[in-house]
């Protein structure tokens, strides 16, 4: 069905979508052409060497998304890990910004300090999300049961296929992941990560979506090597895969007299020490005195 028949129609399909959308959330199933989408490369960069793979899924589906997703953000909105700014109602990047600047600042402000921050990067996060995992974390924090059944064929069993300049490969079913482009999806993937926290009071896991720093102001190479070794660990158990090449490390030092700091490893490999980094819309840039 056209958008344009959507919008001239719209008081009179009201009432039947409305009837669909009850009896989809009462008989927890999402029909196959709800769910079906194409999926277009869209490039993270002018020049991208591995454009983002968006799905575009029906109109009336978005349409649908929006009223489940108000109803597991009302359930969830008290629980989430607080230091998780994405996909919040007035919560942001700024807010994501200002506390990350905060820890560093006051932390610094101490005599003989310095604070390591080790930004994380995941590979395909979003398309590696597995719907029994999610259906195990959804019950945890104690979503209602009837969203949860919903959800779990909502992530299988999708229809996809590519479309690139014009052309289309042949339909694949996927059940596993989160669509990037769907309205659900960064909220299932911020609760996918919810239990992805800091066991160490002074090491913090400060997070927007996928997007992920640890905050170290334990001046201890140990409790920061546990940390990060605490986080692959988690990523290991949840089968998200961790990209060591693209994961760096800062270190901010005002201190006359330097004692050098432990390389971090993940693995078998040694985590970089940049001089700066981009997180989200600010760059931080490594400095000793």
């Not at 927890?28 to 060497?49: C, D, E, G, N, Q």
């Not at 390389?263 to 997180?279: C, D, F, H, N, S």
Request: net charge neutral; proline share 6%.
């Amino acid at each position: 069905m056209s958008n344009h028949v959507l919008q001239s129609c719209h008081k009179q399909l009201a009432q039947v979508f409305c009837d669909l959308f009850n009896r989809s959330l009462e008989e927890h199933i999402v029909p196959a052409l709800w769910k079906s989408s194409i999926i277009s490369p869209v490039p993270k960069k002018a020049s991208p060497s591995a454009p983002r793979p968006v799905a575009l899924t029906p109109v009336i589906m978005k349409c649908f998304e929006r009223l489940v997703l108000s109803q597991v953000q009302q359930s969830v909105q008290s629980i989430v890990d607080p230091l998780q700014f994405a996909y919040q109602q007035n919560r942001g990047v700024d807010d994501a910004l200002l506390t990350l600047l905060h820890l560093v600042q006051s932390h610094l402000d101490t005599t003989k300090s310095y604070i390591r921050l080790v930004f994380l990067d995941f590979s395909s996060a979003f398309n590696t999300i597995q719907p029994h995992l999610m259906a195990k974390k959804l019950l945890k924090i104690n979503l209602n049961p009837h969203l949860i059944l919903w959800v779990m064929p909502f992530l299988t069993d999708r229809p996809q296929w590519v479309r690139y300049k014009g052309h289309c490969n042949t339909t694949r079913t996927i059940s596993t992941g989160s669509p990037q482009g769907s309205v659900v999806s960064p909220v299932l993937f911020t609760l996918y990560t919810d239990d992805c926290q800091s066991n160490c009071p002074e090491i913090m896991f400060i997070k927007y979506s996928d997007d992920t720093v640890i905050v170290d102001s334990s001046n201890s190479d140990d409790k920061l090597q546990s940390a990060v070794s605490q986080f692959q660990q988690w990523c290991e158990v949840n089968l998200l895969d961790l990209n060591v090449e693209k994961t760096k490390e800062i270190a901010i030092d005002f201190q006359r007299e330097l004692s050098p700091l432990r390389p971090l490893t993940i693995g078998a490999k040694t985590v970089e020490r940049v001089e700066e980094y981009r997180y989200l819309v600010h760059t931080y840039t490594s400095f000793q005195a």
